[in-house]
């Protein structure tokens, strides 16, 4: 009787381990649609850690961060700033990654103050009622290259998150943060 007990029991047990991914929400899925303008260096600074920061940006960006519906921009910030890509991500990811394996290289300094410049009234104008997750991710080979950029923005350093790595780094930001970050506030204090 008891031998019958445990067989029933180690069923239940194998079915219940079984199913069990199955029955639970994922926890990273995301329900609000991105919008992400991508800022890649393109100056002579970043030719040696092209190859290895391109193979980040479609792992841990194309791959993972981005999902059906969501908006991509890319810039590639060399002597001028140039839209080099842009598309509402589908069921497939190729096109994108195509446009990053053929990045070109140009100019001696990166021009993110352009692309910052365009990248935040881009984001002003098509997501008005912030109905989306908008951000702006700038990868670079050195704080050099960025720093030009980043004179007179000092509030995107408030409200940005950055990734240093062997040859380059990442700052994530919101050009357009600092305004909606003033409201909640406000609206936080005045409902106290």
Same mark, same amino acid.
């Given at each position: ?32 649609? %991105?919008?992400?303008? %991508? *800022? ?6 970043? @030719? ?6 391109? =193979? ?7 791959? @993972? ?6 908006? %991509? ?9 140039? *839209? ?58 050195? =704080? ?9 923005? =000092? ?6 998150? =950055? ?30």
């Amino acid at each position: 009787m008891k031998t019958q007990f445990y067989r029933k029991l180690t069923c239940i047990v194998f079915f219940a381990v079984l199913l069990a991914p199955h029955l639970l929400p994922a926890a990273d899925q995301r329900t609000i649609p %991105l919008d992400l303008y %991508l *800022i890649i260096d393109a100056s002579e600074g970043f @030719r040696d850690a092209r190859n290895e920061t391109i =193979a980040w940006i479609n792992e841990q960006v194309i791959d @993972r961060l981005l999902q059906q519906g969501d908006r %991509l921009v890319i810039w590639s910030a060399g002597s001028s700033a140039r *839209i080099i890509h842009t598309e509402t991500i589908g069921a497939r990811k190729d096109e994108a990654r195509e446009k990053l394996r053929n990045l070109e290289i140009s100019g001696g300094r990166a021009d993110f103050s352009g692309a910052l410049r365009d990248a935040a009234s881009r984001a002003a104008r098509d997501n008005p009622n912030k109905a989306r997750i908008s951000y702006t991710m700038l990868v670079s080979g050195s =704080a050099e290259n960025l720093a030009p950029a980043l004179t007179g923005n =000092a509030s995107l350093f408030r409200w940005s998150r =950055a990734e240093k790595y062997a040859r380059w780094q990442v700052l994530v930001a919101d050009p357009n943060i600092d305004q909606r970050v003033r409201q909640a506030a406000a609206s936080y204090m005045s409902s106290r």
